[in-house]
């Protein structure tokens, strides 16, 4: 639901040739529809829901000087994830004390 910047009424969809827009029935406000398809899934977050078992133990993990990405905390959970590769090391990650956001250290 979008509504009119002019004067908030509900924008209706409205289709003229062949073009899809929004309009506003009160003020004659008319709006190119956006369908902006926003992926948010990145290799790094689909990595980071993998380990989601490991966040039940997060309560009792150490803390560490980190900054969030999110919310500019300096302070964050911190924990190791063992790669299967075997010449892989393992991963540290942190997770926000703030905001719960949970990213991985680039190393
Ligand atoms: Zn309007
Ligand atoms: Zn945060």
Known sequence: MQFCPKCGSTLLPQKKEKKVFLACNKCGYTSTRSDKVVSRLTQDTEKIIVIGKEEQKIR????????????????????????????????????????AATWRENS
């Not at 010449?87 to 703030?98: A, G, I, K, M, P």
């Open 60 to 99: 009792t993990l150490p803390k560490a000087k980190a900054e969030c990405p999110k919310c500019n905390n300096h302070e964050a959970f911190y924990w190791l994830v063992q790669t299967r590769g075997a010449d892989e090391s393992s991963t540290q990650f942190f997770r926000c004390t703030n905001c």
